[in-house]
Every structure is written in structure tokens, then in C-alpha cells.
């Protein structure tokens, strides 16, 4: 990892925003408008309307045509989010892409200050940055220094492999779009994790780099939230993670200088990662349930976790005495600290 001052641009590259967009009208107007507020470079906003069923589809005509930078792609059927995202995708013509749900948005100044980083850096072809999580307005811009990491690709995915899952958020990344299309898109095969596969994909072809300091984007919490309301829980996501790491090192093993070492230690940390949640995991109902399912599924990942200090951790929160109490407290202390580094650091 290098830390790198910013380069302001001298030029206005063209990005391409896709925004994909299902029942969401509510918050369409908010999005795009945050993508057209972008200075210092050129965008082109292309807003799929995936068959919405709630009168959106007519929100976003009226919204497109009051500014000759945004068109409409009308699907004459839903195609669900995966394809989606993809035909959009496909359609852009600028240098750099965006993909940003409906219901986020971009903070003030982000594509110029994530475009820089690749316009100095060729190698470059994935940015990333901080995201703020926000429901109802936007929350006001505070400023703040803006400073640069550029990681080796392999290495970032090291980080990924030893934290044992996902780090971008998504409404923030921006990708060169040569990257993007050498990556494959996104993969209809993983509709809870595509976002995972094509980072990982998009790092064993180019460079990593973060904004570090100013929030990059927004992202919506609400009820109808994709994430809330089509995909489960916390045992569900380890499966998603388990399965992108497993068909990224069975794609792109040949890409990589290492790969059988970092499918170890996603195996590895996976499992860590699973017996610590278990820890984190109050009693009372469905509670041991959960927790054995979890521990169980450690154990599948990674077989040799029986022997590690997370294993017994585990077996101690298990229990129903102070020593769980305590196994639990320090499980919170330990993700505060964890937030707080990768809000920093981005690791």
C-alpha cells in the first residue's frame, strides 16, 4: 500500500453513470440529481427503468428529459437487477463507469477526486472510498483532507482474503470501464455477491486505489432496501462470500502470483470470521440455533479452525456464563475498533 497526495485534473473526462431503477421513483429525482451536481468532469447518465409496476417508470421519463446528459433504457419486461445492471452497463461510451442504485447517491465532488486517481495512475482501475449510510435528506458535506492509497492488485486482494469478505459498499466505486468489460461484468451466477466477484475479478487486472478522508457516497437505509428484502442473513452472506471466493480463484487463479495461498487464507479467515459472529451472538431465542449453525459451517470451510484461539473463543461464548459476557463484550469492542480502521483505512 502507498499513500499518495491528491492530483487535481486537468482535464473532464467522461464518466458514465448507470442507475438501475424498480419501483424506486421516491428516490430517483435525489440520485440523479447528485450525479449531474458532479464538477470537474463530463458525465452521461443512463437510467434503466426495469419494468416498474408502480408508476416510477413515468417519474424517471419526466426526469430524463430535463437534461440532454440522462436517457432512458424502458424495459419491455423485468429482467431482474443482474441483467440489469449489465445492459446498462453496456451502453456506456465514457472512459470511467458508476453504477448507482436508485435510492443512493453520490457526495459533491466524488468522481472528480476518484477520476483523478486514475487519470495520474494508468494502472489504476478501481476506486473506492468512504460511504455514509443515510435515510430521508442527504446529509450535509463536511470538509475534509483528501489523501490517496494505491495498492498492488494481488495485494488488495490479500486484504480481502484476510478479512474474509467484501469492503466496498458499491454506490461509491469507480471503475475504469476497460476494467470493468476485461472483468466480465457482472456474473448472473452470484446475485447476492456480484459486486465481490467483479472487485476481485477487476484486482487481478489492475490496481486498487481509495479516496480516503471525504465521504464518496451515500446509501440509503430503508425498508425496501434490495438487501433487506431479497437476500438473508448472517449465515446466508457467509455462503455468498465462500462461494465468490471459490469461483474467483477457479477463474482468475492464473492471473494471480499466489492464489493458492490466498484461497487458504480466505478459507481460513472466513472461518475466523464465522466463529467470531457466532461469539457476537446473544442468548435467548433461535440464538444457539444460530450460533451452532455457524460454528458448524466455520468448521466446513475450514477444518483446521479447530485448533485456533477463534475456536475456543467460540466455545466459550457458547456458554451461559460470565465468560460468555465477556466474550461478548470484547466482540463489540473489537468491530467498533474494526469500523474505525476501515473508515480510515479502507482495510
Excluded: C
Excluded at 192 to 216: C, E, K, Y
Amino acid at each position: 500500500m502507498r499513500a499518495r497526495r491528491p492530483v487535481a485534473l486537468t482535464t473532464s473526462p467522461l464518466v458514465s453513470v448507470v442507475i438501475p431503477h424498480y419501483n424506486y421513483g421516491t428516490y430517483l429525482a435525489t440520485s440523479l440529481g447528485s450525479v449531474l451536481g458532479q464538477e470537474g468532469v463530463d458525465v452521461e447518465v443512463i437510467v434503466v427503468d426495469d419494468r416498474s409496476t408502480d408508476g416510477s417508470d413515468d417519474v424517471a421519463r419526466a426526469l430524463v428529459a430535463t437534461d440532454p446528459r440522462v436517457t432512458l433504457v424502458a424495459h419491455e419486461t423485468n429482467m431482474r437487477h443482474i441483467a440489469t445492471y449489465n445492459d446498462g452497463l453496456g451502453r456506456a461510451t465514457g472512459e470511467y463507469v458508476v453504477l448507482l442504485s436508485a435510492d443512493d447517491a453520490l457526495a459533491p465532488g466524488a468522481l472528480a477526486r476518484a477520476v483523478a486517481i486514475m487519470e495520474a495512475d494508468p494502472a489504476v482501475g478501481l476506486v473506492y472510498g468512504r460511504v455514509q449510510d443515510f435515510d430521508g435528506d442527504l446529509p450535509s458535506v463536511r470538509a475534509a483532507r483528501t489523501w490517496w492509497t494505491v495498492w498492488d492488485g494481488e495485494k488488495w486482494i490479500g486484504h480481502l482474503a484476510r478479512r474474509g469478505r467484501n469492503l466496498p459498499v458499491n454506490p461509491e466505486v469507480v471503475m475504469r470501464r476497460s476494467v470493468y468489460e476485461a472483468a466480465g461484468g457482472y456474473d448472473s451466477a452470484l446475485p447476492h455477491s456480484a459486486d465481490m466477484f467483479l472487485w476481485l475479478r477487476a484486482a487481478a487486472r489492475a490496481r486498487v486505489a481509495r479516496v480516503n478522508g471525504p465521504i464518496q457516497a451515500y446509501y440509503r437505509v430503508h425498508a425496501t432496501n434490495m438487501h433487506s428484502t431479497q437476500f438473508g442473513g448472517v449465515l446466508d452472506d457467509w455462503r455468498e462470500v465462500r462461494r465468490t471466493f471459490d469461483r474467483f480463484f477457479e477463474a482468475d487463479a492464473g492471473l494471480l502470483r499466489e492464489p493458492e495461498a490466498l484461497a487458504r487464507r480466505s478459507s481460513a479467515s472466513m472461518a475466523r470470521e464465522m466463529l467470531l459472529a457466532s461469539s457476537a451472538l446473544a442468548a435467548g431465542p433461535g440464538g444457539h440455533e444460530r450460533r451452532a449453525a455457524l460454528i458448524a459451517f466455520a468448521r466446513e470451510a475450514d477444518p483446521a479452525v479447530t485448533g485456533t484461539w477463534s475456536w475456543r473463543w467460540a466455545r466459550v461464548a457458547a456458554g451461559d456464563g460470565r465468560g460468555a459476557g465477556v466474550v461478548h463484550a470484547v466482540e463489540a469492542f473489537r468491530w467498533k475498533v474494526r469500523s474505525q480502521l476501515e473508515t480510515r483505512l479502507g482495510i
